[in-house]
């Protein structure tokens, strides 16, 4: 069986507006190799090849990103250009969400999830090739505590991890990586397990004690090597992931099951789906990660699904129905 992902009907007026293009251009992304000017060049040529009519680039480091993001939504243009990582796409997506703007992705980051998810090339020749063809699709969004993410917040073992590997992100030598191997195994042999009440919709709450939550925008699939992939945005649903232990062994099996396509039936794992989600901790703010960003986030975290709340341009392709087990 197949699924394919359904594009709003075009007209000739949309037609003409997809062509006006406002590109935030961050070239500190973690793929963005050419960085510059040369790289500026390479997007406006390309959109330019496929029949833009506008073309805005803005790659001015020198202003406050946040400015940035402020400009692109209130620009003329139609089509929001994410030229960047993950984090670029989440403040776009923060900024025109529930509008009638279009967010695009061209992957320049380090995992690029949300252009794996929507099928984009991950060259960035070939997908901005690709606009050419590309229809606006509605996705959902999800919010905790207000603040708007496109994949997932995680509480726990892993926003240790990520601020570590971001502190260590530009020491490229052998001691840094062996450094944070190191850090990596005392922190999996760590006893320590996160204390909280969690709620799931209107259900009762229930006091859990984990090493990790994470709260997706939708499911994540099994499948042979599908790693925290998506073949769905649009169901309307938060899939809460509750892992109750991690030494090493409990790594290496979930990662085994992820690698060949089976890992939800995990023993250390618990999967339950919710509109929306409470997480109380005795702690005033808990340590998060959102889309890939470490951040405090304020306890309670309140996290809501905002169905449809996004446009994104993607191509129109049929993929197999994942298993999710949500249907």
Known sequence: MSTTAEPDAPDAANEGALRSFHVVLNADAGGAADGGETLRERIECGLRSIGASAVTIDADRSRPFEERIRDA???EARVI???????????LASAIADTDKVLAVLPLGTANLLARDLAIPLDLDEAILAMASMQPRRIDAGTVNGRLFLHKVVVGFAPAIAAKREELRHHR?????AEFLRYCLRRLAMPHKLRLVLRLGG???EEVK???????????DEGL???????????GELTVYTLKRLGLPD?????????????????????????SVELKSRL???QAMVDGEVVKLRSPLRFEIRPAALTVLAPVVATAEPRDGSE
């Open 73 to 75: 939504a209130a620009a």
């Open 81 to 91: 250009v994410s030229a960047g990582g993950d984090g670029t796409a989440t403040a």
């Open 173 to 177: 030598e052998f001691g840094a990586m």
């Open 203 to 205: 259900a009762p709450e």
């Open 210 to 220: 984990v090493r990790a939550v994470a709260v997706a925008n939708n499911a994540y």
């Open 225 to 235: 090597g599908r790693f925290f992939a998506r073949s769905r945005l649009d169901r």
């Open 251 to 275: 790594l290496l099996r979930l990662s085994a099951g992820m690698l060949i396509g089976r890992w939800r039936q995990d023993e250390a794992l618990s999967v339950r789906s919710a509109t």
């Open 284 to 286: 005033k703010r808990l």
